[in-house]
């Protein structure tokens, strides 16, 4: 279908990381919400990650701020996608509150950058009593997030999921096409290649989306809807 050729082990590598620009950090509705003190620390220490489509590595025990694209996020052994992050989210708070370094790992399903800072900055900057407070705020949605995804997996056919996260895709999209891989998008469904490429079949024939190679685009949103199981769990 729409796979390209694996990149070679070098080109696998992800981009050197690099001061965050200002222009970058404003893209975030989290970070810009940040006290000033805050703000200006993470550009200070901070590091942009890039990771093409398909690239993993690990969260490196950071506090992460997804600028644009999307992330699958696995569980700590590594056995399947737990969370499903697009831009705009964030991640590893719960690193700012344990000295113990948590590292899980990240799957590119679309061309991503997202700011690293260093897990202890927050407390340094502000104190342990505003972490506390910014983790409660966020741990309730991520385990509903995480709730949803867990029941989908369990409840919904894989034509009904990839549907659904093609729309999530798409959202977070810096163009009309959605430049991914069947690869990608089974590894962050936990199923096979075969069942993701089968389900894009049928999308494809009902006219709900239009496949090329390295990428696809959404040509019918309603038609896709119909398909989709209506989750929302990315």
Not at 93 to 121: C, F, G, K, M, Y
Not at 158 to 185: H, M, Y
Request: glycine share 8%; charged share 20%.
């Amino acid at each position: 279908m729409f796979d390209v050729t694996p990149p070679s082990t070098e080109q696998l590598r992800c981009s050197p990381s690099a001061r965050p620009e200002r222009e970058a950090l404003a893209r975030h509705p989290v970070l810009i919400a940040l006290p000033q003190a805050l703000q200006d620390a993470a550009h200070a220490q901070g590091r942009l990650i890039h990771q093409a489509t398909g690239q993993r590595r690990t969260t490196g025990g950071s506090l992460g701020f997804l600028i644009e694209g999307a992330l699958a996020v696995y569980d700590e052994r590594n056995l399947a996608c737990i969370e499903r992050l697009g831009t705009g989210a964030t991640f590893g708070w719960e690193t700012a509150l344990t000295t113990r370094t948590s590292e899980q790992e990240l799957l590119a399903l679309l061309d991503t950058s997202w700011l690293a800072i260093p897990a202890a900055l927050p407390a340094q900057v502000m104190g342990i009593s505003w972490v506390e407070r910014m983790f409660g705020r966020h741990a309730l949605d991520r385990l509903r997030r995480i709730q949803s995804l867990s029941a989908c997996q369990v409840v919904h056919a894989v034509s009904a999921r990839t549907a659904t996260l093609i729309q999530q895709l798409a959202t977070s999209s810096a163009t009309e096409e959605i430049r991914t891989t069947q690869a990608a998008l089974a590894d962050a469904l936990g199923v096979q290649r075969t069942s993701v490429n089968a389900a894009i079949k049928d999308l494809e024939a009902a006219g709900a989306v239009r496949v090329r190679r390295g990428s696809l685009r959404i040509t019918c949103a309603s038609t896709l809807a119909c398909f989709a199981c209506g989750c929302g769990c990315g």
